[in-house]
């Protein structure tokens, strides 16, 4: 008898499955357009209006339209940044989604840019870190900052994006939530 309820653990042991099954990551495949965030009404500074007198943000870093495609490897970002009628084509950054550093570079201001960043999941939620090197125009020396981008997917039709800034010359780090709907 006590073989018979040692095998029957063994065989219970070896079919149950260990944890949790693996999930799939979200996909943010789609077209998505930046929902304007609801603002109490300006106050008026000097001679402009409320509306002008507003503060902003610096909003997710990747502009009002984007379009996401994604598979097993990488997420690309596509977006137009300068004026469409502008002879510059839309930025397209990718990122490596197995944690591999993905480098993209971004011609704009004082030349062509680079952006090392690395993208890893957090349960739903994929966490993209990406530096951005400067020069420091007080003294010329290289300097970087750090931009977290936290993507998840709301509902289906909502992707939201929690973007944090360091703290770089001074100045104070900043966090920003953008929503997007889906097209």
Same mark, same amino acid.
């Given at each position: 008898m006590k073989r018979g309820v040692s095998l029957s653990l063994v065989l219970a042991t070896l079919l149950v499955p260990? %944890? !949790?099954p693996a999930q799939t990551p979200p996909d943010f495949t789609g077209k998505w357009m930046l929902v304007p965030p609801a603002s109490a009404p300006g106050v008026a500074m000097g001679s402009a209006p409320a509306t002008l007198s507003a503060p902003g943000t610096m909003g997710s870093g990747w502009g009002s339209?984007?379009?996401v495609t994604q598979d097993a490897t990488a997420l690309t970002v596509e977006f137009t940044y300068f004026h469409p009628r502008d002879v510059q084509p839309p930025f397209k950054l990718k990122y490596l989604l197995n944690g591999a550093e993905s480098r993209n570079t971004l011609n704009m201001g004082? %030349?062509?840019q680079e952006q090392v960043a690395t993208a890893s999941w957090v349960g739903d939620t994929l966490v993209i870190t990406t530096a951005h090197s400067f020069l420091n125009p007080q003294n010329g020396q290289t300097m970087t900052s750090e931009t977290r981008q936290a993507v998840s997917l709301e @509902?289906?039709? @909502?992707? +939201?994006?929690?973007?944090?800034?360091? !703290? +770089?010359? %001074? %100045?104070k780090p900043s966090s920003t939530r953008s929503i997007y709907r889906k097209q």
């Open positions: 260990d %944890g !949790a339209d984007i379009t004082r %030349g062509p @509902s289906p039709t @909502s992707l +939201v994006i929690e973007t944090t800034r360091n !703290a +770089v010359m %001074g %100045g």
